[in-house]
């Protein structure tokens, strides 16, 4: 139990301190290290021999990384499709080191408690930048849009890792160990007023989603609803706490109010969570002595769901009606989201889609025009820059299956939603198990939520539903490997292995270029793009920034050869025909500006160099 615990949450709380996985320059790395876990599991331990589904599963994902990789073939440049395909294989790699880990139902139970522990840990940081201001964190900026989002840096990122934490630890709540029970009944106490200073709408309903998931699939609904409630009403007043302290919930304030309201608030939260804990205990007590009829259960699950019928039903009615309510909805959807000032609990009530459809629409066009293999992985933010109605940049349609659709068409769709499907396939099995519910609950959410956000890119979330995922899939399994086995799970290794290497050595060189690039550091800037090119010779960007590095140094004759060579690799960058155009002049420059203005027309860049003499 102590090694898939400690996997999950080195997994979920390192790659959550590192942007939440999202730069390319940490993927190699978390891949080396999952692969490792694979061989060492293969070579030193009685592994046994995955399950039809599992095989599956994981050759889902491969499958998956590898069309995305093939898409480099009608993609404008390579680099994009490998670089999604690098974080598939790192998918991949995690997914493969879970599943062997799972090999009894303490380890699935440790798993699991990894990723709640894992999100904890993320969280106390997060609280902490919103509570000790000045203390945790940057320095505080009251201008901001003040989400919490600190440290993998997308509130609705932070918002669904800690949902997801939340449906595990109601599972916790309602079927552990004593102490178990009541560790995470203190947890609830962190995570539920994390997710609410992240003031993640989409997260909400994720975790609403889930909630509904996990109580349908759970055998023992009842005892999961007693628990939840108990647990449940701290974590609720610590919310309540939260939602009174204007300093916390409302950009402006000064550092002073701020650090006076946040630290009023850190005491509440302590003794919230040791009430908590406590009352956990009380109730695990309470339940060896006190035996209900089956009856009983029956009953309050009945209730709940009339009460919350009526609750419904009450709120459709104020609202004026079903019709009158979807219309609204409709409506506010195409409208854009008000600006984060004054009190940010009015975000919660809104359902403004804040841009969300003129993505989709983007996206669908993009899916028109090339139905069956698509336009090539990661070339949405291209075709968004060309056809965008307002000038908003953004690398993401907000939604895996329609940006899945359209990057890699019908084809690419049909590999992902057969491999997501493969859990769901196993809960009449999986349910079976004490925790199963709460992985459904959290995986559905996950599911729920990649329709509307790009989840995907976050490695610290999607990981933590795969492990969810693969905890459905486990299941009993007395064969063990083969020496013939071993050997083709080391051959599939081995490329793996090669291929996190040539990753973290050719994106952490770019990364560098990147940084000595931006604070002035030439030398550096062209040492490390001759390493990312040596080490990613497909990728235009190397190159890109090569050029870059000797436009600082006023060598544009330098700089125009490595930039055209990066547009022999990538002619579609309109950002490498700004930097083109930055070391022409004449006809040169004009020629590249007007490229820059076909391939991105809302290019502010471009015009301001119009202007330049």
């Known amino acids: 139990m102590a090694a898939p615990f400690l996997v999950a949450v080195i997994a979920v709380a390192g790659l959550g301190a590192a942007d939440g996985g999202y730069f390319a320059s940490d993927w190699g790395l978390a891949t080396l290290g999952f692969a490792l876990i694979v061989v060492t599991l293969v070579l030193v331990t009685d592994a046994s021999r995955p399950s ?29 499709p490998v670089l999604e395909a690098e974080r598939g294989i790192l998918y991949v790699a995690a997914t493969a080191a879970a599943l062997l880990l799972l090999s ?24 902490g930048t919103r509570l000790f201001p000045g203390h945790v964190g940057g320095a505080y900026d009251p201008s901001s849009g003040y989400q919490l989002a600190e440290p993998i840096g997308y509130w609705n990122a932070l918002g669904l890792l800690t949902a997801l934490a939340i449906l595990l630890a109601l599972g916790f709540v309602a079927h552990g160990h004593v102490a178990t029970r009541a560790l995470a009944g203190a947890a609830l106490v962190i995570l539920l007023p994390t997710l609410y200073f992240t003031f993640s709408r989409g997260a909400l309903i994720g975790l609403t989603g889930g909630a509904v998931v996990q109580a349908a699939l759970d055998p023992r609904r009842a005892r999961l609803l007693v628990s939840g409630f108990v647990a449940g009403v701290p974590a609720a007043l610590g919310v309540l706490e939260a939602s009174r302290s204007h300093a916390l919930t409302a950009a402006g304030a000064t550092l002073q109010t701020a650090q006076a309201e946040g630290s009023h608030l850190a005491r509440r939260l302590v003794v919230l969570a040791f009430a908590a804990a406590v009352a956990m205990i009380v109730l695990h007590l309470i339940e060896q002595r006190v035996r209900l009829p089956k009856r009983a259960g029956t009953i309050l699950v009945a209730a709940t769901l009339a009460a919350a019928g009526l609750v419904a039903a009450v709120a459709l009615v104020a609202a ?7 219309e609204r909805a409709v409506d506010s959807f195409t409208e854009p989201l008000q600006a984060g000032e004054g009190d940010l609990q009015r975000r919660l009530l809104s359902v403004s889609g804040n ?3 003129d993505y989709w629409h983007v996206a669908w066009q993009m899916a028109r025009d090339e139905p069956l293999h698509g336009t090539g992985a990661g070339s949405f933010e291209a ?38 499907a493969l859990p769901l396939i196993a809960l009449p099995r999986a349910r079976r198990l004490p925790f199963a519910p709460a992985a459904a609950g959290a995986f559905a959410a996950y599911l729920l939520h990649a329709s509307v956000d790009w989840d995907w890119e976050v490695p610290a979330v999607t990981l933590a539903a795969l492990f969810c995922a693969a905890t459905l899939l486990s299941s009993p399994r007395p064969t063990l490997l083969t020496g013939r086995g071993r050997v083709a799970v080391l051959a599939l290794a081995a490329p793996v292995l090669a ?39 497909w990728s235009d960007e190397p190159w890109q920034l090569r050029g870059e590095a000797e436009l600082l140094v006023e060598d544009d004759a330098a700089a125009r050869k490595s930039l055209k060579r990066a547009l022999e690799l990538n002619p579609e960058s ?21 490229r820059v203005k076909r391939l991105n027309p809302l290019s502010q860049e471009a015009d301001e160099l119009q202007t330049e003499p």
Do not use: K
Request: net charge negative; hydrophobic share 55%.
């Open 355 to 357: 841009g969300r459809g």
């Open 383 to 420: 075709h968004w820059l060309r056809e965008r109605p307002i000038s908003f940049y953004d690398r993401d349609a907000h939604n895996l299956y329609l940006e899945t659709l359209a990057e890699l068409g019908a084809v690419g769709l049909a590999i992902l939603l057969a491999t997501l």
């Open 499 to 537: 291929v996190a290497l040539i990753a973290h050595v050719g994106n952490r060189a770019t990364a560098a270029s990147i940084a000595a690039n931006e604070r002035g550091d030439p030398d550096r800037a062209l040492a490390q793009a001759e390493r990312a090119i040596d080490w990613a010779p």
């Open 574 to 594: 309109w950002s490498t025909w700004l930097d083109l155009a930055v070391a022409s002049r004449g006809a040169d420059r004009t020629q590249a500006l007007a």
């Open 52 to 80: 039809g589904l599992e095989l599956a599963f994981l050759g889902g994902l491969a499958l998956f990384a590898g069309w995305a990789a093939l898409s480099s073939l009608w993609s404008p440049g390579a680099g994009a």
């Open 320 to 326: 004026g009606g079903p019709v009158t309510v979807v």
């Open 104 to 127: 009894t139902r303490e380890a699935a139970a440790g798993l699991l408690g990894g990723v709640v522990a894992g999100a904890v840990l993320v969280s106390l940081y997060a609280l």
